[in-house]
RNA sequence: GUCCGGUUCGUCUAGGGGUUAGGACACCGCCCUUUCACGGCGGCAACACGGGUUCAAAUCCCGUACCGGAUACCA
């Protein structure tokens, strides 16, 4: 039998980053099992699903490269099956109309009115009371027939117990006692959610079950619809929940952007990289490894390496440098410093185009020196979009200067001021004239502009000047980038070129602020 | 309340009767680097608690505590 599982999210918001492990997880079993992955769109709650939420889980799917197969289903379009399926139970007596008139609408927090209600009960509720359950088929039918509006409830037996093998929680048994008698059809036909999902399950020959852990009692509520309908259940397999920092509900209303998926893709993540984190919460395959390519996760994923417990998606809210999991970030800058270059510069260009840096001949004439370029700057980067920001003064002739480096490394030394112009005479004397900027690549005087020469020229310009080492290369590199830090000097100075640097270098823009 | 689950460094986790309880991130220190990183080396840091069973328990059993989930004519 082929292995067949299903994602099925409801389109009330984003693609959050439980939904996205559960996504994730189910791809890999299928994927691993040679299966299939499907996908499943929950909106029959038609108040609250839209639209621009499955366009967004969908994009969420998209960008961590989880691509399903066979057609989304929509499950609001199954609804007439699922009524169908409801009245053959209802026929066969293993449900039952119930003409109780429905409740209203309870106030602003359901659950807290749910729990109250389930508290005041004190465990003594009976689940079989219902004065509609064992009444005559003449009765319950004439009554409908008269149009008295009415809920379908499923017909739970008053003795026995659910049973089933969770595929990461083992056996789990519910006795009857502890199960209402659940409702299938809302008195205006409208299906619910157990009822739906087994239905399309079943449609949609689903194998394995892998969802949340919140859907644990929900199991055993469906394990009775199945019985009831003489099919066999799935196999199940329940994810442990991720949560807050505080060991709390990990939610889009109160955390926000930062357990959206779109958001790490707009953070300039690279989706490769926040796969293997997420595979990495909740799941391992119980070795001392770190990094999984989506092969090795196909290869290396199984049922049994998933936990019992929660993890916590650690993040610091209003900490600019924590704001999401350490791990995740870190997880980030390892991809970016080791993947192949070409494939990494496949994500830059966009970045780059993005921000208006691009430029053709990257791709052409400056091939070699883009290439070396990023393979300098990579090292220090987190994100794809440091590529445009802290990158973007070797793109770019058009770049800022941070205040606090142009404090600490020129200002604080006047001399800089005309020093660094006259260091740029020298190199020039050295390595020939400059030329134009358009090849800042080309170097074209008598000695090389390399490293070695370069790191020559600059400390005979120190002894000279009777200053140190540090406070030429510091001062030059605010000048030259804008900023503090970056690579060694000497290799800013061959990467940025002879034209560029020399021009840089006597740019008086900073002295003028 | 009831039912179900869980509990190993701050976080993600390995281990599952005998281990100096391992790794990763984060943090700290040293080296490298006249910057900042990267890299290398090192450090800090954990078996929730109480009873059993056993020669031996982080590991098995029971209980307690704490945390989480569920308990709808929501999904």
Known sequence: MTVRV?????????????SART??????????????????????DLARSTEESTRSILDGLAWLELDHDEDIVFQSDNADK????????????????????????????????????????????????????????????????????????????????????????????????????????????????????V?????????????????????????????????????????PLIMAPNKGKLSKRKHGEVVSMTTYRDAGFLAAAFRNFLALLGW????????????????????????RSNAIFNF?????????????????????????LDELISFVKPELKAAKLWREEYEDDDKSWFENTIKLIRQRFFTLKDFSS????????????????VEKNLSKFPDLKTWLPELADRFEAEFGEAESVS??????????????NIESVVKAFTEEKGTKLGVIMNGARTLLTGVAVGPSMLSLFETLGKERSILRLRSQVVWNV
């Open 6 to 18: 299903r994602f099925a999210p409801s389109p009330t918001g984003y693609l959050h980053i439980g």
């Open 23 to 44: 996504a994730l997880f189910n791809y890999l079993y299928a994927r691993h099992t040679g299966g299939k992955f499907l996908l499943r769109i929950e909106d029959t």
């Open 82 to 197: 699922h009524r169908a399926t409801a009245k053959k139970l209802l026929a066969e007596g293993k449900a039952y109309r119930d003409f109780t008139p429905k409740a209203a609408p309870s106030v602003a927090n359901v659950k807290d009115a749910i729990k109250d209600r389930a508290r005041a009960a004190q465990g003594e509720k009976n689940m079989r009371d219902n004065q509609y359950r064992d009444l005559s088929n003449d009765e319950s039918n004439a009554r409908a027939a008269a149009g008295e509006p009415f809920a379908i409830r499923l017909k739970v037996a008053a003795t026995g117990k659910t049973l089933f093998e969770d595929a990461v929680y083992g056996i789990q048994e519910r006795s009857y006692a502890e199960t209402e008698d659940l409702v299938l059809l809302r008195s205006d036909g409208h299906p619910l959610y157990n009822l739906a999902v």
């Open 199 to 239: 239905c399309d399950d079943i449609e949609m020959q689903i194998t394995h079950v892998i969802r949340g852990q919140d859907h644990l009692t929900n199991a055993h509520k469906q394990v009775l619809i199945y019985e009831a309908l003489g099919i066999t259940p799935p196999t199940f397999a329940h994810l």
């Open 284 to 307: 391992s395959a119980g070795e001392e490894k770190e990094i999984y390519s989506l092969d090795e996760l196909i290869e290396k994923f199984a049922l049994d390496g998933i936990h």
């Open 316 to 340: 610091t809210e209003n900490d600019p440098r924590r704001w999401t999991d350490d791990k995740a970030q870190w997880m980030n800058a390892e991809y970016i410093r080791t993947m192949p």
């Open 390 to 405: 802290q990158g973007r003064a070797y793109f770019s002739e058009d770049y800022d200067f941070d205040p606090v480096a």
């Open 439 to 452: 090849s800042p690549h080309v170097s074209k005087g008598s000695v090389a502009y390399t490293e070695e």
